[in-house]
Every structure is written in C-alpha cells, then in structure tokens.
C-alpha cells in the first residue's frame, strides 16, 4: 500500500545544530507540504512543494529550508535550531487541485535544548 | 490573510448522541475547499470530510455532516450517534492556495 513516512519519529538536539526531518511517500504525489502543530495554534504550513526542483513558502518559514530533488522526497532542515522550533512536524501529500486530501505521514517530535 | 477559528477548545457528547463542533473563517475569496480532519492519540491527521464552497448542498459522510453557511462564513460539523472512537482533535481547514488550520477541538465522549 503507498503511503507517507517520516524520519525520525523523535529527536532531541541543541540549540544551534542543524536539524534534517525526512519525508518520503510513495503515492507517486507531486504535491508535499510540511507543517508544525503547536498547542492553540493548530497546524501551520512551513514550506510546500508541487513538484521536484520547485519550493514555496508557507506561513512560518523562518528559520526552515526544503529541497525536492525527486517525486517521492522532501527534506526539511533547520538550519540552526532554536528552542522555539521545539514542536511536532507534520508531513504531507496530495496530488492534483486543492480539493484533493492530503495524506498526512505519522510526525516527528522534536525537542531542541 | 485567511483565518479560521474554532471557538470551542474542548467538547463532551455522551454515546449515541449528536454533537455539533463549530468553525468561522475569514476571507475575501469566493472559490475555496473546508475540510475537518480528526487527530486521535496516535497523532494521525485523518480526513473526515470536505466541501467546496461553490457547492450549495451540505456534504455528509455515513454519521458526519456539515452545516455550510458561505455568507456567514460558517462551516459546523455534526457528529450523530457518538461513538467511543470518535474521541479526538477535530481541526477544521480552509484552502485556497496554501491550506489554514483552526486550533482545534478536543471532543471526548462519554460512555
């Protein structure tokens, strides 16, 4: 069955390290986006992407990068953590137009000290 | 920018019975998607239903239905005959471009 997996599932580091969330999904999806859940504040979309080679924005995207070498990957980095992106990472997919589901992976917790 | 609010932090139904968990957005588009997803512990984001703003008729999905109001704004969410199972988060969303997430309800349903 396809489906949508992320890398690690806990992570704990320091503050000023560079951080690596993986992504993979094997629904063959152009579309991925990562969000991060904090308490009150639901969802918030962090980057997306709708297909390889292209990248946007999201609604909180400092501090974060993506790159999206393939259909089936995107990475999302930290660049220098800080205890403010202490949070649960949400990765997700979907194909097509913005009524399509996104398929959402399993999250990761991340602790930055 | 689009906004979209779940007044209701926590919500309690009894078994069996309806509950209702309310949703308002804000914004200036007139072509949009809503969706709820359900989170239980497992912190699996799954989708309950959707509904597109040009559609008049009110989705429904087995026990869950919607109660879409465009002018109001107002995008509810039913749940009929609760069961244990339907204890959760339930985020409401709006999309138009980038996806916009409600905080949250948490619904907890007693036996």
């Known amino acids: 069955d396809a489906e949508i997996t992320q890398s690690p599932r806990h992570k704990i580091t320091e503050t000023g390290r560079q951080v690596t969330l993986a992504c993979h999904q094997t629904w063959n999806h152009n579309n991925m986006f990562w969000y991060r859940q904090d308490l009150g504040h639901g969802l918030r979309l962090i980057h997306y992407?709708?297909?390889?080679?292209?990248?946007n924005k999201g609604e909180v995207s400092d501090g974060y990068s993506v790159s999206r070498s393939n259909t089936e990957d995107l990475p999302l980095t930290l660049e220098s953590a800080a205890s403010s992106q202490t949070s649960v990472y949400f990765c997700?997919?979907?194909?097509?137009?913005?009524?399509?589901?996104?398929?959402f992976g399993p999250g990761t917790r991340l602790t930055v000290l | 920018a689009q906004t979209v609010t779940q007044s209701q932090p926590e919500m309690s139904v009894q078994e069996a019975e309806t509950v209702t968990l309310s949703c308002t957005y804000d914004t200036s588009e007139s072509d949009y998607y809503l969706f709820w997803y359900k989170q239980p512990p497992s912190r699996q984001m799954i989708l309950v239903i959707r509904q597109e703003a040009y559609k008049q008729q009110n989705a429904t999905e087995n026990r869950f239905s919607v109660n879409f109001q465009k002018a109001a704004k107002s995008f509810s969410l039913k749940i009929s005959d609760s069961q244990l199972g339907d204890a959760a988060m339930y985020f409401c969303a709006y999309r138009s471009g980038d996806m916009r997430f409600g905080a949250g309800t948490r619904l907890t349903v007693k036996p």
């Open positions: 997700a997919s979907s194909e097509g137009d913005s009524y399509n589901e996104q398929f």
């Open positions: 992407s709708y297909g390889v080679q292209d990248t």
